[in-house]
Every structure is written in structure tokens, then in C-alpha cells.
């Protein structure tokens, strides 16, 4: 499926306690207009159905490549799918053992992902969470996700979107907008160039949508800053973050620690390796990106007028390791 108003699904997530408040089922929507060199997850980004091969899950039974009509399967490679030759028609996931092999995008009609999604709400109710819509970027399908926001809306439940801010603003506010009650809004580099060069597209846009939000503040929007060392994580960059975020009117922020899973996906899916820290930040790295943070601010709350009251870390590796223990995907 393409971008043309029939999203398809990566995963469901519930039991969430990071994307929004209170306990929160996710959905993470394929497609993206960026190409983050260093997104962390990259199975999000293309609109249409991907094939990841895990070599370290492979039995080596030949299945796969028995199966395949395209004969897309050599066997004598670590990435095992010919890329070129194969027409993602997932004939080869049932078939292998090792479970090596996936597809990746299921497509829900509306009713059946709001039937889905309204199973937590005793959850919902009790923690005052709801439901994260997320990605890749689910702005790309407005027609979609008006009708989704609406039916949820009409059953009373907290909705927060994930946005990287690519996004038509008169069609967003007008489809989407009314019905979302929180927006975490990335904003990854502050000069356009190497916003460019790092996401695939120049930050004019995203950075004008965030102003008219903030602006005109129809839902509570909170700017976060994905922590990639040496890319977004600089000194300069935060700074000029802080710039751009004061002079938004914005009134807080979240810094998201670096996350390495996306490499091992980016390789499953048969792209180059990121060239990318394999490792978590530590606990030391992160309080000192949070104080080079706050340092930027105060400097530019003294040049000034600003309206932050927070800024927060994200510590997004102990939910992650909570949820690894208990969560249920769908
Ligand atoms: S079918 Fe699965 S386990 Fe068997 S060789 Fe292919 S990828 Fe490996
Ligand atoms: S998805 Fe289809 S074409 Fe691609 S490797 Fe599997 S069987 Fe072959």
C-alpha cells in the first residue's frame, strides 16, 4: 500500500508507559517523508510491506529458498534476500521454522484497529491514559486517521500523536487537530543543511508547523530531541534548539537518549549498517547532555524572555526493560 490513504500497521503496542500518560496502547503506523540516518526504527519508514531476515534466528533448512518464486534466496549470503528480485510477496515468512524471517505491515480497516484499541480501556481509565498514535508518521494519512481519531474521540479516549512535523498544517489541523489532546513534536537538528543531509528533507517546514501550534495551541505540544551523539547531541545544536524553541513560544521540552535498536533492523532489512553507537547512552552521558541543555537555556533565558518550565529526560531504557518483561503486542 502507498501513502494514499491506506496506512499499514507495524506493530500494536499496549501497556505502553512511555508515549504519553498513564498506561497507553501504541500504534505505529509504516511510513515516513524522513530518511534519518539514524532512525531507530527503520522498518517504519517505507509505506510498503518490508521483508526483515534475522540471520542469527536462520536454521539453514533451505525452505525459504525452495519457496521463493522469484528466486530471490541465496543462501550463500549473510543478508539472504536478493533486494532487486524480491516483490515482498511474503511468501517465505510462513514457511520458515526459525521464525527468521518476517513481514513486516498488516492493514486494519478503522473499525477493526478502534475495536482493537478500546480492549485497555479499563486500562486507559484507571491510569488516565488512551491511545499514542505513532510511526513512522501517521500525518501522511489524514483521511485515515481523521476517521480513527474521530471514532475514538466519540468513546472518550486521551489520544496523543507522535508527529516528526512533516506535515500539510491546513489539512492536519483541520482533519486531524480537533480530536488529539497531546502532540510530542521531534525536532532533530536546528540548521537546515544538515537537517538535510541527516533526515533527507530541510526543517523550513517542520519548524513553521511547530510555531503555528504553538501559536495557536489547540492541543498541549511537547518538543522532544532525539539524542544521537555527534548528530543531534552537540553542543551547538542543543543551543540552537533552545533558539528555536524559545523564540516558538514553547514551554517545554523532553530530551530522548539515544537508542541503538535500529541498527540490527536497518541490517535485517537489507540496508548498509548505520554507522552508529552501538550502545545505550549511559546515565553519566545523559545528566551531562541534560545539563549542557540546561546551560543553553539559562544563557538564553537571560538574552530573553522564555517560557519553559521543564525540561525532562526520557529514561526510556528502564520502561523498556519493564516492558520487555510484561508487554503484550498485538
Ligand atoms: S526458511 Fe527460515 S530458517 Fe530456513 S533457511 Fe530460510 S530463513 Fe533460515
Ligand atoms: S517475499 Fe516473496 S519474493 Fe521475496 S524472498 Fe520471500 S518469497 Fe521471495
Known sequence: MCNSGFPLVVDIKRDSLEDGPGIRTVVFFKGCPLRCTFCHSPETQDPKIDIAFSERKCLGCTRCADSCPQGAIDLS???????????????????????????????????????????????YRHSGGGVTLSGG??????????????????????????TCGYFNFDVFSRRILPYIDLIYYDVKIADP??????????????????????????????????????????????????????????????????NPMGIEMAVNLGRPKPHLPEKFMSPD????IHDTFQMALKANNER???????????????????????SRSI
Request: include cysteine; glycine fraction near 4%; aromatic fraction near 4%.
Open 77 to 123: 549470503t549473510t543478508q539472504r534476500i536478493n533486494r532487486v528480485k524480491c516483490t515482498r510477496c511474503s511468501q517465505c515468512v510462513g514457511i520458515c521454522p526459525g521464525k527468521a524471517l518476517r513481514r513486516i505491515g498488516r492493514f486494519y480497516p478503522v473499525d477493526s484497529l478502534v475495536e482493537i484499541l478500546m480492549r485497555d480501556l479499563p486500562f
Open 137 to 162: 508518521e501517521c500525518t501522511l494519512y489524514p483521511k485515515y486517521l481523521e476517521s480513527l481519531v474521530k471514532s475514538l474521540k466519540a468513546r472518550h479516549v486521551h489520544i496523543v500523536l507522535e
Open 193 to 258: 543543511g544538515t537537517h538535510s543531509k541527516h533526515t533527507g528533507k530541510t526543517n523550513e517546514k517542520i519548524l513553521d508547523n511547530l510555531r503555528r501550534l504553538l501559536l495557536e495551541k489547540p492541543a498541549v505540544v511537547c518538543p522532544r530531541i532525539p539524542l544521537i551523539p555527534d548528530i543531534t547531541a552537540t553542543v551547538e545544536n542543543l543551543s540552537a534548539i533552545v533558539g528555536l524553541l524559545v523564540e516558538a513560544g514553547a514551554e517545554n521540552v523532553s530530551l530522548l537518549p539515544y
Open 285 to 288: 552521558e545523559e545528566k551531562e
Open 304 to 326: 530573553q524572555d522564555s517560557r519553559f518550565t521543564s525540561v525532562s529526560l526520557t529514561d526510556k531504557r528502564r520502561s523498556r526493560e519493564w516492558k520487555q518483561k510484561t
